[in-house]
C-alpha cells in the first residue's frame, strides 16, 4: 500500500508494507520521515538512533542513512524530500537544520513532534497530494515552510540526541567511531571487549542490520566527506582514513555514497 507524488523539488511517499531491504545511501535532498510503524533502529553516518512509532527523522544533504530493521513487523511511514531550490526565497530556514555536524539531531522523539504538533503538516501534505488541486504545489510550499519555522523554534534540548544503550555493542560501536585503523580485526576487537567472535558479529549485525566491517568502512567514508569538505587532497586522504590504498578508498566511497569523490566536493 503507498501513495508517491513528485515534482522537481519535492518528493512526498507514503508506505504501509513489509520491511524493505535498503542499503546506507545518501542523497542532496533534505528528507523528514514520520516514523509510524516498525521494529527498526535508523542510522546516520555514526550514529544509530532507536525508531519509536510517531519520531520524525531529518536527513541533509549527503548524510549517509539506513534503516536497520529487527523483525517482520509491518512497516509504515510518511515522507518528502525537498531541495533548497524548493523555497529558495528563505534560505534562511534551512539554517538551524544544517548548523548540527553530520550524523547528530537527526531524530525529533515523538513525545517532542506531538507536543509541535509536526504530524498536521505530513497530514495536510498527503492531503493536497490525494486530491490535486491547482493550488496543491503552492500549498505543499506553504506547508513546507510552516514545517521548517516550527523545527527552528524547537530548542537544543529538545533535538538531543536519543540513541540505544543496551550492551557491550554498543561500547565496540563507540570505539570504532573514534579509532580508524587498517590493522582493526575482528579477533582485536574480541579480545579488546572479552566476548566470543562469532557472538560478536552476530549481535553487531542483528542490532545494526550492518557487519562489523560495513561499519568500520561507513566511519572511514564519514571521515573523508569531511577532510574532502575542508579541503583536504583527495590522493592524501585514504592512508588518514584508514585505507591501505587509493584504489580501495575510491571504490569504498563510490560504493557508498554512490559518486566519486571529485564529484562529491562538486555537489554532483
Known amino acids: 500500500m503507498g501513495i508517491s ?10 508506505a504501509k508494507d513489509n520491511p524493505p531491504e535498503l542499503k546506507m545511501h545518501m542523497h542532496y535532498y533534505y528528507e523528514f520521515l514520520y516514523f509510524k510503524a516498525g521494529d527498526a533502529s535508523y542510522l546516520v553516518e555514526n550514529n544509530i538512533y532507536s525508531a519509536e512509532s510517531g519520531d520524525i527523522f531529518v ?14 513487523k509491518q512497516y509504515e511511514r510518511d515522507f518528502i524530500q525537498i531541495s533548497k ?9 534551512f539554517e538551524t537544520i544544517d548548523s548540527n555536524e553530520p550524523g547528530n539531531g537527526n531524530r525529533i ?22 486530491n490535486r488541486l491547482p493550488e496543491s504545489d503552492a500549498m505543499i510550499k506553504a506547508y513546507t515552510i510552516q514545517f521548517l519555522v516550527k523545527l527552528n523554534s524547537i530548542s537544543d534540548a529538545d533535538m538531543n540526541i536519543n540513541m540505544q544503550k543496551k550492551n557491550c555493542i554498543d ?25 566470543n567472535k562469532y557472538h560478536m558479529c552476530h549481535t553487531f549485525k542483528k542490532r545494526t542490520g550492518l557487519t562489523i566491517k560495513e561499519f568500520i568502512n561507513i566511519r572511514k567514508i564519514t571521515k573523508a566527506k569531511n577532510l574532502l569538505c575542508n579541503g583536504t587532497d583527495i590522493m592524501s586522504l585514504c592512508y588518514e582514513c584508514g585505507f591501505n590504498d587509493y ?22
Do not use: C, M, W
Not at 85 to 93: A, G, K, Q, T
Not at 175 to 181: E, F, G, H, K
Open 5 to 14: 507524488y513528485r515534482q522537481n523539488e519535492y518528493l512526498y511517499s507514503y
Open 59 to 72: 536527513t541533509r544533504p549527503q548524510e549517509l542513512h539506513t534503516i536497520a530493521f529487527h523483525s517482520d
Open 85 to 93: 531550490d524548493f523555497i529558495s526565497e528563505f534560505p534562511v530556514l
Open 109 to 130: 522523539p515523538k513525545k517532542i513532534a506531538a507536543n509541535y504538533n509536526l504530524y498536521e503538516y505530513f497530514d495536510n501534505v498527503k492531503r493536497y497530494i490525494i
Open 171 to 195: 561500547d565496540i560501536i563507540e570505539y570504532l567511531t573514534y579509532n580508524i585503523s587498517s590493522d582493526i580485526t575482528l579477533d582485536f576487537l574480541a579480545n579488546k571487549f572479552f566476548v
Open 247 to 268: 584504489s580501495t578508498f575510491y571504490k569504498t566511497f563510490k560504493k557508498l555514497t554512490g559518486t566519486s569523490p571529485k564529484s562529491f566536493i562538486n555537489g554532483n
